[in-house]
């Protein structure tokens, strides 16, 4: 196994469904597995079985994949772990109780902290990839009138999601991602005017968050946002 000395941001990887040999390409600007995205190093770990379809419907028997992989990051030298969907934050606890690293699976964790941020007649919206498999736990919120706050949107129907649940994935053109988002958006605004701020849970939207950001004028969180807090915290 490759070996780090140095201070990593660990991300747990989902089934990239190359074969043996072949390298993937290179990340695009802003991505979460972009060591230029933090100006840190960055290491992930395949988490066994982890497809993307799998995880965003939560099936309970990856736990442990998740567990072994977040050991493994930890182990190269990861200070602050996270995931690569945000769907796993369902493996939140399960992981942060393996290791003694902070870990931070997904945005989603942010979500208690935003609504207190917002008046109480506006509104967050979540952006996901795909919203007929986003379930109500995933939002860590037991106040009811919380999740009235919140407003749910997805890409389902659009190029990403078709090109992620292939296997092995597909990669899609920024382009593409930007336009899924943006039309997602539109109709969240359209339908929900009090939105005041925006959530990505999707691991591939960052590369385009500061386009959306500039198109909507609205505040924008995603996956690196809670990474970057992270790693600023540890002092790495």
């Avoid at 802003?30 to 079985?49: H, K, M, N, W, Y």
């Avoid at 939002?139 to 092995?168: T, W």
């Avoid at 009090?194 to 959306?212: E, K, S």
Wanted: hydrophobic share 45%; charged share 20%.
């Amino acid at each position: 196994m490759e070996s780090h000395t140095e201070s990593c941001l660990g991300i747990l990887g989902l089934e990239p469904g190359l074969p043996a040999g072949m390298t993937p390409p290179a990340p695009p600007s802003g991505a979460l597995c972009s060591s230029a995205t933090f100006d840190f190093p960055v290491i992930s770990e395949t988490v066994e079985g982890a497809w993307a379809d799998v995880v965003m419907h939560g099936d309970p028997e990856l736990e442990s994949a998740f567990v072994a992989a977040a050991r493994r990051l930890v182990e190269r030298g990861a200070v602050v772990i996270t995931s690569s969907c945000g769907s796993a934050v369902r493996y939140q606890a399960a992981v942060a109780a393996a290791v003694t690293v902070p870990v931070v699976m997904s945005s989603l964790l942010l979500v208690p902290a935003l609504l207190r941020q917002l008046p109480p007649a506006t509104k967050l919206a979540v952006v996901t990839a795909d919203s007929r498999v986003f379930r109500d736990d995933l939002l860590g919120l037991s106040d009811p009138e919380e999740r009235a706050q919140i407003v749910i949107g997805g890409i389902e129907g659009g190029k990403m999601l078709e090109n992620e649940y292939m296997r092995p994935p597909q990669p899609t053109d920024i382009v593409d991602i930007e336009n899924d988002v943006a039309a997602c958006v539109a109709r969240l605004r359209a339908a929900h005017p009090g939105i005041a701020a925006l959530l990505f849970t999707c691991t591939g939207f960052p590369p385009i968050t500061p386009a959306i950001r500039r198109m909507t004028g609205l505040p924008i969180y995603d996956i690196t946002t809670i990474c970057r807090m992270t790693l600023e915290s540890v002092g790495a």
